[in-house]
């Protein structure tokens, strides 16, 4: 069992960046890749970018290439996102899952969640 905790979310101007974390207990992140999914009120969970175990592998949605980094410190169990260059439309919850395999952006692929974290930008 793994527990995921998203923290950094928060309101910030369009252009301004902001940094989450994802933190895990109870089993070691370098076991997975990690994902990085948002969703706003009414539509789906969409992917945003995610990273494999070692870090050697990334991926990116198109809307965010560029402006955000997915980066990872196995000995700190810790994820994080940057994301620079923020759009009012980057607002959403953003969430951090698990999985194991090939990386994907698949949402069906990911076992083990977080609660998000609420991140608004403002124009």
């Known amino acids: 069992q793994v527990q995921l905790v998203e923290s950094g979310g928060g309101l910030v101007q369009a252009g301004g960046s902001l940094r989450l974390s994802c933190a895990a207990s109870?089993?070691?992140?370098?076991?997975?890749?990690i994902g990085w999914f948002r969703q706003v009120p009414g539509k789906e969970r969409e992917f945003v970018a995610a990273i494999s175990p070692l870090g050697g592998n990334t991926a990116y949605a198109d809307s965010v290439k560029g402006r955000f980094t997915v980066s990872r410190d196995n000995a700190k169990n810790r994820v994080d996102l940057q994301m620079n260059s923020r759009k009012p439309e980057d607002t959403a919850v953003y969430f951090c899952?698990?999985?194991?395999?090939?990386?994907?952006?698949?949402?069906?692929?990911?076992?083990?969640w977080g609660q998000g974290t609420q991140v608004t930008v403002s124009s």
């Open positions: 109870g089993r070691a992140l370098s076991d997975y890749n």
């Open positions: 899952a698990t999985e194991r395999g090939p990386l994907t952006g698949d949402i069906d692929t990911y076992s083990y």
